[in-house]
């Protein structure tokens, strides 16, 4: 009941309000204060998108850590579960992957746009693109490290086909880093290699995530204790 008089009154408060402009300004004035009104909270809303566009980011792959062990004294493998992430979230191919060491590195290729052409949602750079190469770890060279598959990656094969703009992007990649002038005709901010990484240990989770403005970012998600990393079974390195 309360708020029904409350409603009343409110509507009563502006059908004066409007009365009264009506009186004091005339139906065209009015008509122009509403006209600019409107186009003031377009312009916020527009605003607000351009905001949420900028500072957005995806889940763009999964790595769950499934084993480690030490197969000599300062040298150890740590196995990966690698899972790449669609837009529509969608998990890949998982990947089992093997690396020497506790740290774990991704490496990338990463596309990031001028912040303009972002904000406004220009087709093609509407966010920061990615593509996985490959995975090492800190006690490897990373020329050692397991390289990626396109199979792994659920938009590669896609993107030839149904994102012709993606696709010729990637083919200029190394035209971008080495010539400034190229990057700029394309609206490309930065091209470069990207490579996070963090200390792993069995039962972690991670989640690396793509800034649609910026480039990856990796944290850990979930854990669960697990034994000490123990010693391999008649397994050397190579």
Do not use: C
């Amino acid at each position: 009941m309360i708020k029904s008089i409350r409603h009343l009154a409110a509507a009563a408060v502006f059908g004066a309000a409007a009365a009264f402009m009506a009186l004091r300004f005339g139906g065209a004035d009015v008509r122009a204060l509403k006209a600019k009104v409107d186009e003031l909270e377009q312009e916020r809303t527009r605003l607000v998108e351009y905001a949420r566009r900028l500072t957005a980011s995806r889940r763009v792959a999964q790595v769950d850590v499934l084993d480690q062990r030490t197969i000599e004294p300062g040298r150890s493998v740590t196995t990966l579960r690698w899972q790449e992430i669609g837009h529509d979230g969608s998990l890949g191919v998982p990947q089992t992957v093997d690396v020497f060491g506790t740290t774990a590195y991704f490496e990338a290729m990463v596309i990031k746009f001028e912040h303009d052409r972002v904000g406004k949602a220009e087709p093609g750079r509407t966010e920061s693109l990615a593509l996985f190469r490959r995975i090492f770890g800190d006690q490897q060279e990373p020329t050692g490290g397991f390289k990626l598959p396109d199979a792994a990656n659920p938009t590669t094969a896609a993107a030839k086909e149904e994102d012709p703009i993606g696709n010729m992007l990637w083919t200029r990649f190394w035209d971008f880093i080495e010539d400034r002038r190229i990057a700029e005709q394309f609206g490309v901010r930065i091209a470069q290699l990207e490579a996070p990484a963090v200390p792993v240990r069995p039962g972690q989770t991670w989640q690396i995530t793509l800034d649609a403005a910026g480039g990856l970012n990796i944290q850990k998600v979930t854990e669960t204790r697990q034994p000490s990393p123990r010693p391999a079974e008649g397994l050397s390195a190579n």
